[in-house]
């Protein structure tokens, strides 16, 4: 066996935690995105750790929350397409970590922080995100899009001959 190569079901798997978590993005933006009045406004004021400043401050600047709410949505979205579809498959997964970066760096599941929002449990560092991130580090270390994706097609025409 070639043991730089992977086996087909061993692809496949990888394709679906890829095209699962692309759902998972692509809900959240849409869902964001049909609400009409949805805004990160809350989450950002619950910030409690160390740049619970800075994410405070985007939730009382209109002008930065509106950016922040249109990106949000529309990066959810875009990062959720990428994935599902295989398109730009690394960068899209790259976006994903940053985003859910983001995310655990203003409300981390830390031993003594309490939140009014409601959360999913307490998990002591580990959380769903970090789950996620894991995922998507996974995804952006293989070639999933080239495998069932639009960046085999990508590839074929632009990559290196």
Request: hydrophobic residues 55%; positive net charge; proline residues 3%.
């Amino acid at each position: 066996m070639d043991e730089k190569k992977l086996q087909q079901w061993q692809m496949i798997a990888l394709v679906g935690l890829r095209v699962i978590i692309g759902w998972h993005f692509l809900y959240e933006g849409v869902a964001k995105l049909l609400l009409g009045n949805w805004s990160a406004a809350g989450f950002l004021l619950q910030s409690k750790w160390i740049f619970a400043p800075v994410f405070k401050w985007m939730a009382n600047n209109a002008a930065v929350l509106d950016a922040v709410n249109v990106l949000n949505m529309w990066g959810l979205t875009a990062i959720g397409l990428g994935l599902i579809l295989g398109c730009f498959t690394r960068l899209a997964a790259l976006a994903g970590i940053a985003i859910i970066m983001l995310y655990y760096v203003c409300n981390p599941p830390f031993v003594g922080l309490f939140y009014s929002i409601p959360m999913e449990g307490h998990y002591m560092i580990v959380n769903k995100n970090l789950v996620e991130v894991a995922g998507l580090v996974v995804i952006m270390l293989f070639p999933t899009g080239r495998f069932a994706g639009l960046d085999r097609i990508l590839h074929k025409l632009f990559g290196k001959k």
